[in-house]
């Protein structure tokens, strides 16, 4: 059984015989903040011989500002190019929509044309027979047909 009891008082453990007494962790000793003190620089070295951290240790020293000389020139450039692409997108694609409405009113006109058609070779056929011209003939020339005394054989 231990002489510690489980309550606590402001983070002591109390002692029932001596009163408050401070917890082994609570401890400290110079020889223990010396070491630890040593142990963080050695991590810290370590750490900084890392080519990741050597760069990440320069950066706050340096000014980071890109709004200068090159830095400036570069985004400039960047955008230009961005914005000429962009330009040259929209018209392209402008065209492609004209071509495209082109395209579906030759179609439609096409259409149209392929139906008169059908019709003009529907009557040239209707008016190619034999029956059908001579009832024109009669009917719009006045053309009549020839007696028995008209018609000449030749041999």
């Known amino acids: 059984m231990s002489i510690f009891k489980s309550s606590a008082k402001n983070g002591y453990l109390l002692d029932s015989q001596i009163g408050l007494v401070q917890p082994k962790w609570k401890k400290t000793t110079q ?12 991590l810290h070295l370590e750490q900084s011989r890392k080519p990741e951290n050597q760069l990440l240790a320069r950066l706050p020293n ?26 040259v997108f929209i018209r392209i694609s402008h065209s492609q929509n004209e ?6 009113r030759l179609t439609k006109y096409q259409v149209l044309l392929q139906e008169e ?9 209707r008016q190619a027979s034999l029956d059908e011209l001579e009832a024109l003939a ?4 006045g053309l009549i047909s020839p007696s028995q005394g008209q018609i000449v054989v030749i041999d």
Not at 99 to 104: A, F, P, Q, V, Y
Not at 138 to 141: A, F, I
């Open 31 to 42: 020889a223990g903040v010396k070491q630890r003190s040593q142990n963080k620089v050695q």
């Open 62 to 87: 340096e000014t980071l500002n890109f709004l200068s000389g090159r830095n400036f020139f570069l985004i400039a450039s960047a955008a230009l190019i961005f914005f000429l692409g962009l330009l």
């Open 99 to 104: 071509l495209g409405m082109e395209i579906s």
């Open 117 to 125: 058609n059908r019709r003009l070779k529907i009557e040239l056929a």
């Open 138 to 141: 009669r009917r719009e020339l």
